[in-house]
């Protein structure tokens, strides 16, 4: 109980902290035409994807002559729109033709502005998100056993850096985007090739904020690790960063962490995200069972000391997980892109019993957010301490689970509020596990959750 007021008075307190550090970034292009201020932020654009995203930000109408084509990079802020296009558009001709009573229309051409005829359609939001996440030089492909990946590579100038040979992916690096590109439109016709798509970052979530600088007594905590008596317990799969060390006995509850992103940096003052993940996983648990406990946490780092993991990396840390006797997997974190070889492997793991939660993603948007909108994973967003989804918190169809959006952890002596449909999910995973302990199946688990923390509208 003194667990659970903390936690209401943090999460009132704190909510205004809580939604600042959960800002988005700025896009790529603002375009104020009111006050007649524009900022960009762009790098190595082709032509194509500038002219999308310009009539996206203007409304314009954009005529673009066919074949003309440059590569793009500027960085500017609060410039006038005849500086901005100056900057922009400078190794190609354009012109902007006002009329009276209709919009702007801008032509870009090479040779005159007649040739100008091929129309611009705006970006639309989840094209911006896959073009802003896209790795650009690189490829993930699927192949049929006993294919040679490395010649295959060197064909066309890309090397091999990562692969799960089980699975028959593999990560491929080029030089730069458009041999990447070419690639891709050449790899498909090769018959042990099975798919060719682009790799994307995943971001890493948010750390932990630190709730005051006084020092903080330990939470209770009523669990005691046990082994599992069959040798068929719940193992939980923590898909996130590293995981530090734990206070007292909860450090016991942790299996030898798996680094499939290399080894990471865990000497730090205030807890990585995965630490908290795995405490409020423990502190849901102990919510729901009491005495010896058999459940174990299985950290899976996919990123290292980066500031970004990949769809391919993720892949590899849930097959990773699996493989060594993960059953239920907890993914506080999301991407904007979807990735097919990401949706199989969580497809046939769930037939085979494994258990997926996910977070549905810290914007206020009914946009999916992957891997959380795959059918097979229990969708997971933040509420609010009225039961409503939380202002921050992804609202979008395929959410399947609201749960309390803040937890409280405790590291080297002081208190730190996790926020975000992050905790939501940890919070999820921790009781669903020991429903999990008890046989109950992932539909009755979706349907135990919803109960306990029912929406109110």
Not at 190 to 195: L, S
Not at 222 to 231: D, F, I, M, Q, V
Request: charged letters at 20%; a neutral charge.
């Amino acid at each position: 109980m003194r667990q659970l007021i903390i936690l209401f008075l943090l999460t009132v307190l704190l909510a205004p902290a809580l939604k600042a550090a959960e800002s988005k970034p700025a896009p790529p292009l603002i375009w104020n035409e009111a006050e007649n201020k524009v900022s960009a932020s762009v790098d190595d654009w082709k032509l194509d994807r500038l002219m999308k995203e310009i009539a996206k930000v203007t409304k314009w109408d954009i005529l673009v002559e066919p074949g003309t084509d440059v590569i793009v990079s500027a960085k500017f802020e609060d410039q006038t729109s005849r500086e901005a296009l100056s900057r922009l558009l400078g190794a190609v001709n354009y012109a902007v033709v006002r009329e009276p009573d209709s919009k702007p229309k801008l032509l870009v051409f090479r040779t005159n502005a007649g040739n100008a005829t091929q129309a611009v359609k705006a970006i639309s939001d989840e094209e911006t998100a896959m073009e802003i996440a896209r790795i650009a030089n690189e490829l993930v492909i699927s192949v049929k056993p006993g294919t040679n990946v490395e010649a295959l590579a060197a064909r066309y100038g890309a090397k091999v850096v990562g692969s799960v040979p089980e699975l028959g992916l593999y990560r491929l690096r080029f030089e730069d985007g458009e041999k990447a590109d070419f690639a891709k439109s050449q790899l498909t016709n090769f018959p042990e090739v099975k798919g060719v798509e682009y790799n994307y970052t995943v971001a890493k979530p948010d750390s932990p904020i630190i709730a005051g600088s006084a020092s903080a007594s330990p939470l209770p905590f009523s669990l005691n690790p046990t082994a599992a008596s069959t040798g068929n317990g719940v193992v939980i799969g923590l898909i996130d960063t590293a995981v530090q060390p734990l206070s007292g006995n909860m450090n016991d509850f942790l299996l030898k962490a798996i680094y499939a992103a290399g080894d990471p940096n865990t000497d730090t003052k205030s807890p990585l995200h995965g630490t908290s993940m795995a405490e409020t996983i423990l502190r849901a648990m102990a919510l729901v069972a009491e005495g010896s406990n058999s459940t174990k946490i299985l950290p899976v780092d996919v990123f290292g000391t980066r500031d970004n993991s990949s769809t391919f990396d993720l892949a590899n840390g849930i097959y990773l997980a699996v493989k060594n006797g993960a059953n239920v997997i907890n993914m506080s974190l999301g991407s904007p892109v979807t990735a097919g070889y990401l949706e199989t492997l969580i497809a046939n793991s769930s037939a085979q019993g494994v258990l997926f939660l996910g977070a549905a993603g810290n914007e206020p948007t009914d946009s999916p957010t992957y891997p959380a909108a795959y059918s097979q994973v229990i969708a997971v967003t933040a509420a609010n301490r009225n039961g409503d989804i939380a202002s921050y918190a992804n609202y979008g169809e395929f959410v399947d689970i609201v749960a309390p959006g803040s937890s409280i952890v405790v590291f080297n002596g002081k208190s730190y509020l996790v926020g975000g449909t992050s905790a939501a999910t940890a919070t999820s995973t921790g009781v669903a596990s020991q429903m999990k302990a008890s046989k109950a199946t992932t539909e009755q688990i979706k349907q135990k959750l919803s109960q306990l923390w029912p929406r109110s509208k």
